[in-house]
Each structure stands twice: as structure tokens, then as C-alpha cells.
């Protein structure tokens, strides 16, 4: 049987997981807790993409027939804690609360910052739990579903893998509500028109399953190299399963590795608005140690970029990488030659000690 390998994973849980009766309840999270914290435990790092919020807060507001848009948002404002507290209660490290809209994800700024976030968390062993910001966002601004929040967050998390909880085992070649010959598909080589079909089809709301929106998020991911995985989030035994490497559910298979799909993307897809001049030392540090490029190795910056653009590095006239900057032109050039230790003291503010993280930065 085909193991089940992964380092970072995206597990996006539904709120049918997290308050089945419109309450609040641990019943399904204790087995993907534990699955969690096991896999802290292998040195695996983990985001959680939890829904629940309207679901956990709609019996505490007071509504007649079906609730009004600011009456949801009041769902979501009070769920939003009682689902966090839960979560909080079965882990052993800390709980970090991310919400997101669908203009967090748009804009680059905001975009960088929430990548910053989760980079930090992660290297201080917290667990992001991210929902979307239900109490802000309205249709126009909204990702509009979890297993598409949980497919960007993926992305933005630079994740190898993406486990979505449903409430039914997998993909199957049929609906199992109302055909009792469907049978589960195990592997997902190449998304077609036939599994979006399966899934109910592009238009239409209702899939086998509420697969239509998980069906999406998993072509997201393949594309950018992040195998998805699509599990019955009700069985404590598949979590036990997974945390030993075996696999379970439908698995949706990347054409390409993490790794190549994002150089291929930094390499090809991006366009570069500058250049950063670095010397011989910092080349090095790229080239032969595969390190961050740091301030102090940058001897002039060339163009006019915002955080978050692609530059291309060079040395001797020659570029050597294509990376994602984590500072403006204007602010790198204000600590290019200097120590990270004094980043804060020269801009009065620091967004970490790289000027391009290494993970952002594919060698020429
Ligand atoms: N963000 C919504 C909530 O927390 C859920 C959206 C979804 O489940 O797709 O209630």
C-alpha cells in the first residue's frame, strides 16, 4: 500500500465536524487532535483550517425564520470562541487564531504579512487555526467556503499537503446516499471534467457529498504540487492510520513536487520589477549553503518594488536567483550592507532578518 509522507499539511475540519447539533462539541475533534498532536510529536507542522463559527454561535442569537446577514455575523462573532476554546482545550502547544478574507488573500501587502505570521508561528511550534473573518466579510469580499480557504491557505503556507475532514469517506464513482454499487475512488491522477461531474458539476450547489467546493480546492493544490487528501473525518480509525503513514480516503496526486511547482512558478511565471546587487560573500551563502539572503550581503538595490514583488539577484552583472522581497526598494535600501540586528533601529520597524527567505528564492 502507498505510504502516506508528508512535512507541512494544511487539515481543513467542516463545521459538521465541530458543532454537529449547532453546538459546540469535542466529539469528532479529540481523534484529529490527537492525530495533531502525534504528528508534532514526528517534528510534522500543521494548519488548521476550522469552519464552525455560525454553526457554534447560531443557538445563542435570537432569530425568527431564517437569520439575517448581521445575525449570522453575531453567530459567527460569539461561535468563533466557543469553537477556539474548544480547540484550545485538547493541544498541547498554543493555539493561534487566524481570519482571513478573500481581500487578505488579494492583496499583496496582506498577503506577505499573513505568510510572515504563519512562518513565525510554525517556528514557535504554535498550531494556526485559520476560519474566514465571517463577522467582516460579506458575499462580495468572502472566499465563500472553507475547502477553498483551506486550498489558499495551503498555498500561502508553502504546505506539501492538504487534508480535507468531510463527513463521508472520499470521492465516489456514484452517490452513496441513493446508489448502494457507488464505491470510493482511492487516487485522483488528473482532475477531468468527469470528477468535477462526480462532484456534482461546476453549477451546481450540492455534490456527492458537499464535494463540489472540495473538488476545487483539490485542483488548487495539485496544480501548485500539494497532494490533497479528502477523508472521513467521523472515524477516529482514519486518523489513527494516517498518523502510522497509511493512507485512507481519496487521494488527489500533484503532477509535480511542492518544490518544482513553486520554482517553476518563481522562475517562469514571475515577472521581476528590480534587481538586488549582492556581493561574492551572500552569493555564496545562496549558491553553496542555501541560505536567505540577508541584508548585510546586498550591495545596491535597482527598480522600484513593493514587498512582496519578485526581484531578480545578481552578481557580477550575472543573476544567480529570482526571489520574492520581503522589503521595498526604498526600505532595502536603507539597510543593504548592514547587519539584521539593526534592521529595527534603521527602519523602526523589521519583518524578520532576510530581505528574501529562502523558501521565496529559486537559484538561475
Ligand atoms: N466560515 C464559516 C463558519 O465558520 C464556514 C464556511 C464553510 O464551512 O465553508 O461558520
Redesign the pocket.
Known amino acids: 500500500m502507498a505510504r502516506f509522507e508528508w512535512k507541512r499539511a494544511v487539515i481543513k475540519v ?2 459538521s465536524l465541530i458543532a454537529p447539533n449547532n453546538q459546540c462539541s469535542t466529539l469528532y475533534l479529540a481523534a484529529i487532535a490527537h492525530f495533531i498532536n502525534e504528528s508534532h510529536k514526528q517534528g510534522k507542522e500543521v494548519i488548521l483550517v476550522s ?5 457554534a454561535g447560531r443557538s445563542k442569537i435570537a432569530y425568527k425564520h431564517r437569520p439575517s446577514i448581521a445575525e449570522k455575523q453575531a453567530m ?1 462573532a460569539i ?1 468563533q470562541m466557543h469553537m477556539m476554546a474548544n480547540w484550545t482545550s485538547l493541544f498541547e502547544c498554543d493555539c493561534a487564531q487566524i481570519l482571513l478574507t478573500a481581500d487578505d488573500l488579494h492583496n499583496r501587502t496582506r498577503y506577505v504579512n499573513i505568510k510572515n505570521t504563519l512562518r513565525e508561528l510554525l517556528k514557535n511550534n504554535a498550531l494556526p487555526i485559520v ?2 473573518n ?1 463577522t467582516v466579510a460579506t458575499a462580495e469580499l468572502k472566499v465563500g ?3 477553498n480557504l483551506a486550498a489558499y491557505t495551503a498555498l500561502v503556507a508553502q504546505a506539501d499537503t492538504l487534508i480535507i475532514c468531510s463527513d463521508i469517506d472520499g470521492l465516489y464513482d456514484a452517490d452513496p446516499r441513493n446508489n448502494p454499487q457507488a464505491t470510493l475512488i482511492k487516487e485522483v491522477l488528473e482532475i477531468t471534467p468527469e470528477i468535477h461531474q462526480l462532484a456534482g458539476g461546476a453549477g451546481s450547489s450540492v455534490g456527492t457529498g458537499g464535494m463540489r467546493t472540495k473538488i476545487q480546492a483539490a485542483e488548487k493544490c495539485v496544480k501548485s504540487g500539494i497532494q490533497t487528501l479528502i477523508v472521513n473525518g467521523r472515524e477516529a480509525s482514519v486518523f489513527e492510520a494516517l498518523a502510522k503513514g497509511e493512507l485512507t480516503g481519496t487521494l488527489f496526486v500533484p503532477h509535480q513536487s511542492r518544490q518544482r511547482a513553486r520554482d517553476m512558478w518563481l522562475k517562469h511565471s514571475l515577472l521581476t520589477k528590480g534587481s538586488i546587487i549582492v556581493d561574492e560573500g551572500a552569493k555564496r551563502a545562496l549558491t553553496d549553503k542555501g541560505a536567505s539572503l540577508l541584508p548585510s550581503g546586498i550591495v545596491a538595490v535597482v527598480g522600484n518594488f513593493v514587498a512582496g514583488e519578485a526581484v531578480n539577484i545578481e552578481c557580477n552583472q550575472a543573476v544567480i536567483a529570482k526571489g520574492l522581497v520581503l522589503y521595498n526598494a526604498a526600505d532595502l535600501a536603507n539597510i543593504k550592507g548592514l547587519k539584521s540586528s539593526l534592521i529595527e533601529a534603521t527602519l523602526g520597524f523589521s519583518v524578520g532578518e532576510a530581505a528574501v527567505h529562502r523558501d521565496d528564492l529559486v537559484l538561475m
Open positions: 467542516g463545521s469552519s464552525g463559527s455560525v454553526a459567527a461561535g476560519n474566514e465571517d467556503d472553507n475547502d
